[in-house]
């Protein structure tokens, strides 16, 4: 387990999102430290995608603030990867026309300093950024076992391997904090386990890990602690051993009421607003750069969720 003595880089404090008359997150507060694995889990409709995009700035926050290493993070997408937070999506949103290292590259927009004069002139001082970029993104690919296909079509790529190229991409960013919504979401258990170790790996460099999972031996074989969201609110946060044993995320899980429980019309109204927000949002992607170039890309490759 990892010690939690350091400054948090990420402080949520009383997040709540309303769409209309619907709270699809209420009043939630997390912590994450350095070198810390953290996970998020709820019943579907819980608010736990909702509240990522709160976090990274493609929603505002009807109250509460998000601040990283002490920082209040301004509500802008490219704002908040440039600050050093970056993410992955519950559905994959490749450039599917580009290579594997193009994907990367497209993670470095943040990181480098080149503008538009000195990319049309491509003087000295733009080859060196340029090739300073490749050799960061290759060292990418190498650590998440992609490199031998850099040069393949994203879309070519089996679908574990998207999602291992989706982790890299965010990971151009240098980010301080990686944000993973459902990384193994579709994967079968070689898959799983896989990026388990992944995420090991990417913990041990240094960067701290939020992640939303719905498989639970994945979650608690992983975290070093668990926040538990039930209808937008937390419901618990502690340990692998002190959440599952927690009769009120047992009765959450196995749909049983509990005291306070919403109603299941209550739970869909917050579900369907949920869904329709993410649906209706721009910016489905890992940092402003990506923000801006899927807008003009038609072609994504996706999940199917």
Known sequence: MTTTTTSPVLTATGVTMRFGGLTAVQAVDLDVHPGEIVGLIGPNGAGKTTFFNCLTGLYVPTEGSVAYRGTVLPPKPHLVTQAGIARTFQNIRLFANMTVLENVLVGR?????????????????????????????????????????????????????????????????????????????????????????????????GTAVLVIEHDMRFIFNLCDRVA????????????????????????AYLGTPFEGAPGAEEAAEVEAAEAGATAGATGGTTTGATDEAQRGTTARTEDGQ
């Open 228 to 251: 538990v969201l039930v209808q937008g609110q937390k419901l618990v946060e502690g340990t692998s051993e002190v959440v599952q044993s927690d009769e009120r995320v047992i009765a």
């Open 109 to 205: 927009h943040t990181r480098t300093k080149e503008g538009l004069w000195s990319a049309l002139l491509r003087g000295p001082g733009f080859k060196r950024a340029e090739a300073a970029s490749k050799a960061r993104a290759m060292e990418l690919l190498e650590f998440t076992g992609l490199a031998d296909k850099a040069d393949h079509l994203s879309r070519n790529l089996p679908y574990g391997e998207q999602r291992k190229l989706e982790i890299a991409r965010a990971l151009a960013s240098d980010p301080g904090l990686l944000l993973l919504d459902e990384p193994t979401a579709g994967m079968n258990p070689q898959e799983t386990r896989a990026t388990e170790e992944l995420v090991f790996a990417i913990r041990d460099l």
